[in-house]
């Protein structure tokens, strides 16, 4: 199963490996979330994350607080540790580390252009871009009007170039046109991703497999119940869905004809590691899918951590905090809004 990574394998990464699992180590467990979901003010939440690896972070902000500033200076934990090891990374993992930041680009670049279009402040917009997907130009996105300008215009020095090449159309930007660009990049993301850790073979193949494979049947699935009772053809709706995963091809058969959530969740159903998700929720019932698919991504992720000799610990580790972040959020959210009884709603625990 490892082949010979055992024997290189520390030279370049062991260092790496060992920081990552340090890393991750700092994670919130139960008992953090339960004492976080008894606090009864923002600042409450603040005094429990000072005695975790955010409480440097938090220390000098003055009351009140507000919820994005718990989320703004998680989420600078996170890049400063994601610099960090890019900086110490040698090839090809520094390579596998960009990776891990194209698809927060995409949605960079989605956020750009929907606010532009609906004639917000670059600026505002800009602020609310996630810190791992910037790049240089990316304010400049607000002048493009089609697909083609945006391309020649901004995103042809970008990582992103080749997997513009499936979605450059005439066409002006509306919303339905940009949230196709967004699926049609992150198609082309995860192949290409998927394609370099088939490259980099051994374990890191057989685990990215895995957790990349699951990424894009959910997005397949999410794709589905988003574009029911939309104009997207058919046609159109099967060419969004990634050319890989447990349910390429059959299931993008059935998923390309489903007209309601209860013919999804029979399509699913033949997966027999799809069939526990959807056997949590009732029928008809799509609210809860997030949470139950967020609960089975962290199983995985987790996972990862019991091999050795891999890439795939950088992008379970990016991952879990990032799904701690969107928790933390979550819990400042219903504390700073009074809604104490909906705090467990969607906090997916990670240990």
Same mark, same amino acid.
Not at 108 to 123: A, C, K, P, S, W
């Given at each position: %199963?490892?082949?010979?990574?055992?024997?290189?394998?520390?030279?370049? #990464?062991? &260092?790496?490996? @060992?920081?990552?699992?340090?890393?991750?180590?700092?994670?919130?467990?139960?008992?953090?979330?339960?004492?976080?979901?008894?606090?009864?003010?923002?600042?409450?939440?603040? %005094?429990?994350?000072?005695?975790?690896?955010?409480?440097?972070?938090?220390?000098?902000?003055?009351?009140?607080?507000?919820?994005?500033?718990?989320?703004e200076k998680c989420t600078?934990?996170?890049?400063?540790?994601?610099?960090?090891?890019?900086? $110490? @990374?040698?090839?090809?993992? #520094?390579?596998?580390?960009?990776?891990?930041?194209?698809?927060? %680009?995409?949605?960079?670049?989605?956020?750009?252009?929907?606010?532009?279009?609906?004639?917000?402040?670059?600026?505002?917009?800009?602020?609310?871009?996630?810190?791992?997907?910037?790049?240089?130009s990316i304010a400049t996105?607000?002048?493009?009007?089609?697909?083609?300008?945006?391309?020649?215009?901004?995103?042809?020095?970008?990582p992103l170039a080749p997997?513009?090449?499936?979605?450059?159309?005439?066409?002006?930007?509306?919303? %339905?046109?940009?949230?196709?660009?967004?699926?049609?990049?992150?198609?082309?993301?995860?192949?290409? +991703?998927?394609?370099?850790?088939?490259?980099?073979?051994?374990?890191?193949?057989?685990?990215?497999?895995?957790?990349?494979?699951?990424?894009?049947?959910?997005?397949?699935?999410?794709?589905?119940?988003? #574009?029911?009772?939309?104009?997207?053809?058919?046609? !159109?709706?099967?060419?969004? &869905?990634?050319?890989?995963?447990?349910?390429?091809?059959?299931?993008?058969?059935?998923?390309?004809?489903?007209? !309601?959530?209860?013919?999804?969740?029979?399509?699913?159903?033949? &997966?027999?590691?799809? $069939?526990?998700?959807?056997?949590?929720?009732?029928?008809?019932?799509?609210?809860?899918?997030?949470?139950? +698919?967020?609960?089975?991504?962290?199983?995985?992720?987790?996972?990862?951590?019991?091999?050795?000799?891999?890439?795939?610990?950088?992008?379970? &580790?990016?991952?879990?905090?990032?799904?701690?972040?969107?928790?933390?959020?979550?819990?400042?959210?219903?504390?700073?809004?009074?809604?104490?009884?909906?705090?467990?709603?969607?906090?997916?625990?990670?240990?």
């Open positions: %199963m490892y082949g010979f990574e055992a024997l290189t394998f520390n030279i370049h #990464s062991g &260092y790496l490996e @060992a920081i990552v699992r340090g890393h991750r180590s700092g994670l919130l467990t139960a008992a953090d979330y339960n004492n976080l979901c008894q606090c009864e003010t923002l600042d409450d939440i603040k %005094m429990h994350l000072s005695a975790t690896e955010y409480g440097p972070y938090l220390q000098n902000e003055p009351s009140p607080l507000h919820t994005t500033t718990i989320v600078l934990k996170l890049v400063d540790e994601y610099k960090h090891m890019l900086s $110490q @990374a040698t090839e090809p993992l #520094s390579t596998f580390l960009e990776y891990i930041t194209y698809g927060h %680009m995409i949605d960079n670049v989605v956020l750009i252009v929907t606010g532009t279009l609906h004639e917000r402040d670059v600026q505002e917009l800009l602020e609310k871009c996630h810190p791992l997907g910037m790049f240089d996105l607000a002048v493009a009007q089609n697909m083609r300008e945006l391309y020649r215009l901004v995103l042809v020095d970008t997997y513009f090449s499936e979605c450059i159309t005439s066409e002006d930007l509306d919303d %339905m046109n940009i949230e196709i660009m967004r699926n049609t990049l992150y198609k082309a993301y995860l192949e290409d +991703f998927y394609k370099f850790c088939q490259k980099l073979g051994g374990a890191t193949a057989e685990i990215m497999s895995d957790l990349l494979a699951f990424e894009a049947d959910r997005r397949a699935v999410n794709i589905t119940i988003n #574009s029911i009772g939309t104009e997207l053809t058919r046609e !159109d709706r099967r060419k969004l &869905y990634s050319n890989f995963g447990l349910l390429y091809p059959y299931g993008h058969e059935e998923l390309a004809i489903c007209e !309601d959530i209860d013919q999804v969740r029979g399509a699913m159903e033949k &997966y027999p590691p799809y $069939q526990s998700i959807f056997a949590k929720l009732s029928y008809g019932e799509s609210q809860m899918l997030d949470k139950a +698919f967020y609960e089975e991504e962290v199983k995985r992720l987790c996972l990862a951590f019991e091999q050795q000799f891999h890439y795939g610990v950088f992008f379970a &580790y990016m991952r879990l905090r990032e799904q701690e972040i969107r928790n933390l959020m979550w819990i400042s959210e219903c504390v700073a809004q009074n809604q104490k009884s909906r705090v467990h709603d969607s906090v997916v625990f990670i240990f």
